[in-house]
């Protein structure tokens, strides 16, 4: 599923209670947005508290738009994007080959394998 930032501008600045209401108004916007197929991965708040930048997964940019209305949320801009991991370039050389020495720090040790049938 495609994987979106969503930039949202509050001018009266974001309220959020981290209480009981704060936990129902969450709640009714991830049920909302399952409703078009659109999850909620976490958002970024400025220091100000005046701008947030949400990251979601969702079928496309119009159910975002959707969502956003029908939760009463601001939508400035709806950007599609993808991972740049830094670390997956840990310990390539010139020629872009990983070394083994370094290889161990962004791949996980497992214990045993799984193989495929």
């Not at 399952?34 to 005046?50: F, I």
């Not at 496309?60 to 009463?72: C, D, L, Q, S, Y």
């Amino acid at each position: 599923m495609p994987r979106y930032i969503v930039e949202r501008t509050f001018p009266d600045k974001l309220d959020l209670p981290t209480n009981e209401a704060g936990d129902r108004l969450c709640r009714k916007i991830v049920n909302t947005n399952a409703e078009e197929g659109v999850t909620w991965v976490h958002s970024y708040v400025s220091l100000d508290r005046t701008r947030t930048f949400c990251v979601y997964d969702a079928p496309n940019p119009e159910a975002i738009r959707e969502v956003g209305h029908r939760n009463k949320l601001p939508v400035d801009t709806v950007t599609e994007v993808s991972v740049l991991d830094p670390y997956f370039y840990l310990g390539t050389g010139h020629s872009g080959v990983e070394s083994a020495a370094r290889s161990h720090l962004r791949t996980p040790w497992l214990p045993f394998r799984y193989i495929a049938a």
